[in-house]
């Protein structure tokens, strides 16, 4: 067992289901179960690679800084896990959310191939291998937006998507060729010590080229225009997966790029980082107040939390340059970064998939349709209201901690200014955060009926909402063992 | 150097054409034109005076490859919006606002 065959794994399974399908056709949940089994697989090799890490993988004969090189930290396999896990609980959903589609063939082998890039990127130990990677996990995912074709919204939204998110790619390969230029490799590890020991302009020349190519994908403020048109576009179940796990790709790739590559203590982009983290957590919490489309809604609150991971980055990096005495502050701040993206990956799944279950019960995405539905589907309707308060960062679930790590590692710079001034925009967005998941839940909760002859959905449905809702919970009580876990990604990150 | 510049004038075109024009089928070339530039920019990083470096190479040759399939790609939406409008042109799809 090798890194190979945790990117190995789905890609056979995609082919494998391409294969079956000549034979048996229309055979959706046949399909599905393929997936979740080479899923599975993949979840066993990641069991046993994780005793192992720091590990890295090399095809014979090319060894680094040569050739193809895989390489796996604990911010590597905490990032797979979650791909793993959203993959396994996801597909599950889509068994019967997808049912009535035809295709699905190419729906499951699309998403294992989106599965299998999303691992990749993780653990790929050079520049270029992470660009061919993410390149496969962007075509899937631009098919899987734009899945049910013969509808306009999906075909737009996808278009929007493709062109803006190449452009994006292409711009983050135009700096990894800066990086190349100035180092003359593309090996991690490499790079990072060829690297010179004080800073050049075209170091930041390519910070910035990668913080906006890949910024992309993260949905950063002012690139994030795509995403709310995507979510909603997309099926329930890839909404989920977009918003849990593919827009964290691009936050795993910019802080691996800026921070194992470049180094906070070389370069200072941490200021850079603090102003688009907060610029993008203030537009996306103000926008998603006029949204009616719920999931246009839980969209614009994806963006939201993407800056407060940007911001806990940026809060890193400013410390590693600005003041190293404090450097245990810089420690503090990415644990809490990490532990966001868990929560959010966890929460966001559950929000998305909660809301799928009631728009394939009443076929629609309008939020005034959707009042009083918790009468009709108890069980959907609080697993969203504890994702939602979660999100919102109500203790005591998981995303108040996060959150509170966040502020906690800001307020112990409170000489600096800048920190300051961030606490305060940060806490008051959180609040904001609350009010207005609260008042969703208020909408779904406490109004009469309008739905009158929902149902609640069936097991299939059911099951993986109820898993993610227990999953909120559980990392809260299992909480000294989750900060373990978010403690070694910062240690794997600054070194 | 001048190849280096050379690649990003072709950035700059591709981003140019992309944001003014309307017509499908053109922003797509006008990705093309950036992927094209970026791999220039990666072949002339290589040179070091004697000889060009052959990872460059093969890494822009995969480049290549993934360049067609985005555009594959991108044409396979053209289609598919162009059943449903009956034209080609970006701005039919306008019925999405932020």
Known sequence: MSLFDLVLFPIVGAAGIVAISSVVKERGSLFGVFAIASLSFMAFTLFQTAGLIPSSYWIEGYPPPLGVVLYADSFSLFMVSLFVLMGIIVTLYSLKYMSEDSGLEKYYALLLLLISGLTGVAISGDLFTLFVFWELMCIASYALVAFRKDRWEPIEAGFKYLVMSTIGSLIALYGISILYGMTGTLNIAEIASRMPSSWTIEGYFSIAMIISGFGVTAAIFPFHSWLPDAHPAAPSPISALLSGVVIKAGVYSILRVLFSVLGPARYDFGTMLLILGVATMTVANLLVFPQRDIKRFLAFSSIANVGIIITAAGVAAYVAYHSPADIHVAYLALAGGAFHILNHAIGKGLLFLASGNFIHEIKSRDIVDLEGISKRMPYSAASFSLGALSLGGIPPLAGFWSKLIIILSLLYLSSAPLMVAVAVIMILNSLFSAAYYVWLIQRISFKPVKADGAKEAGPLMLVPVLVLAVLCVAVTLALPYFLDIVNSVANALLG | ?98
């Open chain 2, 1 to 98: 150097m001048i190849y280096s510049a050379t690649a990003m004038a072709l950035i700059l075109i591709g981003i140019y054409c992309i944001a003014t024009k309307h017509n499908m089928i053109k922003i797509i070339i006008g990705i093309e034109i950036i992927c094209a530039g970026v791999n220039l920019n990666f072949i002339s990083l290589a040179w070091d005076g004697q000889q060009s470096d052959p990872l460059a190479s093969s890494v822009v040759l995969v480049s290549i490859a993934i360049g067609a399939a985005i555009a594959a790609f991108a044409l396979a939406f053209v289609m598919n919006a162009f059943k449903q409008t009956g034209s080609s042109d970006a701005r039919k799809l306008r019925r999405l606002r932020w």
